[in-house]
């Protein structure tokens, strides 16, 4: 088949021709970024890039839509065809192809033709999503843009549609944005591009012509420069150049994708076949096994869901109405907890918990175990559907989502876009308790209490849990035992912690007290006041396993290797709560936050600076000990305080003046803002004037470093850290 024809079908340009859809075993798009990029860069360049499985549906198979997915209805007037192998490829290639208008889209491509393309790559491309509405980093694809380049993207996008202040906080449409670069930039969609090519009918030099004449036109999409000149006028002439050869370029990609061909393979039809009596691994299965080996391979967890879609295609449409169920109350929404697929692996282990009939626990249950279950007479109807069927499950994630609701204040909830950073095996334990009927108890006042003690063990659980596949089977143990105790009580939470530190597989919390007192610790103005501490910190006495269990822990909550980041938007909890968009499971990267460092790390990593007696490695053998400790770090939103990035906590936190002869106002105005800014940050007041210290010498550079300045940022940095840990021990009341 023509390329083009075959993407035209699967992006439903031709529907009275064929519909592309997707086998019910089928997962969602996993690509990323950078996939996308070489795909596309493939497609230019001429190169094969593999053949696709497809198949004729039969008229009762179940599927869903490639481009909406949504399940289709079984008995359309045209042909179907089932795309059994090539899902990523061809909905990569979608990203950047003409759609039918009002079809929803999560992606654009971008050409940006002032750009020299990647060494090997034929032109520069760019991706922009909704949560990335200026796009990834353009040398690392999958990398966010620094927090320092989308505060700029922000400020020019605000100044390019002149919104009003209370606009300025909804989070920019990425249908009205464009990548951002730093260097002098020219991006035309990429679909456009194509839609332009199509209207032209592939006549080279005409489309050329009009490209070159959109970039010379002034156009919202463009940088905003001072002077009344367009982006193209501000190029020099040997780069206009380069722009029309680029332009010409693409005009030879887009002749070779109308010239390719992509081979279709037929899968046997009888693939489809869901009647087998016995629930045995359905034949298409055994295909995806058999190519796995040459596309994206299913994981068990995919494989699964792929399995139960198969068999019981409904299980999709109620698993997909499960994952957009957002309550109307404002609590979190189920899709910032939980994927789809692990929607599916949740409500199987729910179904296990209650069917007598079925001994184990399946927590991540691979393929072996997996058909045990399904084999197991009417497990699926009599225990699995109604799980997903009756509404029980809506009910359980509103109760779990109305548990962790932050309520504002110290109130220990957590704000939505801490969610997502909750592991399945502790949200599959949440649910759980919400089976029980844990989570609904007979008044207000049992169920606050209740509440206090679900949320003193999520925080634990965040912070300690070594083993998360484990602690959550002995959970799920301790919730049976006390369901044939018959007493659930009001302290369930802690009992489940206290068997799962009994058994190894969590961190104790200790008391900040203990900590505190251990000298050297957390505090090294005492004993060290004279030398840099560092990473000796963690050391413990010789033979001291008590010391060893503090030193560890504190190690543990302080070092970036430890992944402990993600707590801090819930001591910022009160700022965070504030953040735009809608947080999804799974989306590292796709936040509206970053993790800022307070001292920039421009200052003191990845540098050997100054001249001899001012590197901060002549003070400090190892400054990321510090620097990407947490108590250095911040969780900031990319809308907030655009051109901060690189100053020094003093200048960012507003705690010194701009200028010697700040006048009454002026003062009053930037204390008030520093307070904002310091409760923001999650820095106690008391402690401003530490980073005061860490400011460079009067005269110097950022970088420039002396035992003085690298001594106030160590005891900076652990105090804030001691003080957060003291935070989150205390007002979740942990020690009760």
């Known amino acids: 088949s023509r390329l083009c024809e075959w ?148 400020a020019a996008w605000e100044n390019q549609v002149s919104l009003t202040d209370i606009e300025k906080i909804q989070h920019p449409d990425f249908l009205q944005t464009h990548p951002w670069s730093n260097r002098k930039s020219l991006p035309l969609d990429l679909r456009k591009l194509i839609q332009w090519w199509q209207a032209c009918d592939g006549q080279s030099t005409v489309w050329q012509q009009k490209v070159l004449s959109n970039l010379q036109s002034p156009s919202p999409s463009q940088a905003v420069t001072t002077q009344a000149t367009t982006a193209w006028e501000t190029l020099e002439s040997e780069h206009q150049q380069l722009v029309i050869k680029r332009i010409g ?44 080996s040459n596309s994206t391979k299913l994981s068990d967890n995919d494989y699964v869901y792929a399995i139960l879609k198969h068999l019981r295609p409904e299980v999709h449409q109620m698993v997909t ?41 399946p927590e991540n249950p691979d393929k072996d175990e997996f058909h045990k279950l399904i084999k197991t007479d009417g497990f699926l109807a009599r225990s ?45 334990v949440l649910l759980r308790l919400a089976q029980v009927g844990y989570l609904a108890g007979r008044d207000s006042v049992q169920n606050e209490s209740r509440r206090f003690d679900a949320l003193r063990f999520v925080l634990q659980w965040w912070l300690c849990i070594k083993d998360n596949r484990r602690a959550s089977k002995k959970a799920y143990l301790v919730v049976s035992q006390s369901i044939r105790d018959e007493h659930l009580g009001d302290i369930l939470g802690y009992r489940m912690m206290d068997a799962i530190l009994r058994e190894g597989l969590a961190l104790a919390m200790p008391n900040p007290s203990l900590l505190e007192a ?72 796709d ?18 600076g100054y001249a001899k007696g001012t590197r901060i490695l002549e003070f400090m053998r190892k400054p990321y000990v510090i620097g990407n400790c947490i108590g250095n770090i911040r969780a900031w939103g990319s809308s907030d305080n655009r051109s901060d990035g690189a100053l020094a906590p003093a200048k960012k936190l507003h705690l010194v003046a701009e200028i010697d002869s700040e006048d009454l106002l002026t003062r009053e105005a930037r204390e008030l803002r520093s307070l904002s800014l310091l409760e ?45 840990y003291r935070r989150f021990y205390e007002e979740p009341d942990v020690q009760s």
Request: with cysteine; charged share 20%; proline share 7%.
């Open 384 to 428: 699995f559907l109604p799980v997903l069927t009756s509404g029980f499950m809506h009910q359980c994630f509103d109760q779990v989502l109305g548990f962790l609701d932050y309520r504002g204040g110290i109130d220990p909830g957590l704000p939505r876009h801490a969610l997502p950073h909750l592991s399945r095996s502790l949200v599959q």
């Open 518 to 589: 251990r000298p050297g610790l957390t505090d090294s103005r005492v004993r060290h006041a004279n030398e840099i501490i560092g990473v000796n910190r963690f050391n413990p006495l010789p033979e001291n396993e008590a010391d060893k269990q503090l030193c560890d822990f504190w190690q543990h909550w302080c070092t970036s290797s430890s992944h402990r980041y993600p707590l801090l938007l819930w001591l910022q909890r009160s700022y965070v709560a504030g953040m735009d968009g809608d947080p999804v499971a799974g989306r590292d990267e």
């Open 249 to 292: 370029i693409l005009a030879t990609s887009l002749e070779r994708i109308d010239e390719a061909q992509i081979p279709l393979l037929r899968v046997d039809e009888r693939l489809f076949d869901t009647s087998t009596s016995d629930s045995t691994e359905p034949p298409l299965a055994l295909l995806f096994n058999r190519i796995g």
């Open 680 to 724: 923001s940050s999650a820095i106690q007041l008391d402690q401003a004037q530490l980073w005061i210290n860490c400011l460079p010498a009067k005269g110097t550079g950022d970088r420039c470093w002396s035992f003085e300045r690298t001594k106030s940022f160590e005891i900076a940095v652990e105090q804030r850290a001691f003080s957060l």
């Open 7 to 154: 993407l035209d079908w699967a992006a439903g340009n031709r529907p009275d021709e064929w519909q592309v859809s997707l086998p019910m075993i089928q997962r969602g798009f996993v690509w990323k970024p950078s996939q996308i990029i070489q795909l596309w860069d493939t497609l230019f360049q001429g190169l094969p890039f593999g053949a696709l499985l497809v198949s004729e549906l039969p008229e009762d198979a179940q599927s869903i839509d490639l481009v909406s997915h949504k399940q289709t209805a079984a008995n359309q007037v045209y042909g179907r065809l089932g795309l059994v192998d090539g899902q990523q490829r061809t909905l990569a290639m979608l990203a950047g192809w003409p759609l039918p208008s009002h079809t929803p889209i999560s992606q654009r491509i971008w050409v940006d033709f002032a750009h020299a393309p990647r060494k090997g790559e034929l032109l520069t491309l760019r991706i922009t999503t909704r949560n990335q509405p200026f796009g990834y980093s353009r040398d690392k694809p999958n990398a966010k843009l620094p927090l320092s380049d989308r505060r700029k993207a922000l």
């Open 591 to 608: 936040t509206p936050y970053d993790y800022d460092h307070i001292v920039p790390h421009l200052h003191w990593g990845d540098w050997t």
């Open 321 to 361: 109405a499960l994952h957009d169920h957002d309550p109307d109350d404002g609590h979190g929404s189920v899709a910032s907890l939980m994927s789809p697929t692990d929607l599916a692996l949740t409500a199987l282990r729910l179904a296990c918990a209650t069917d007598l009939e079925i001994k184990t626990d």
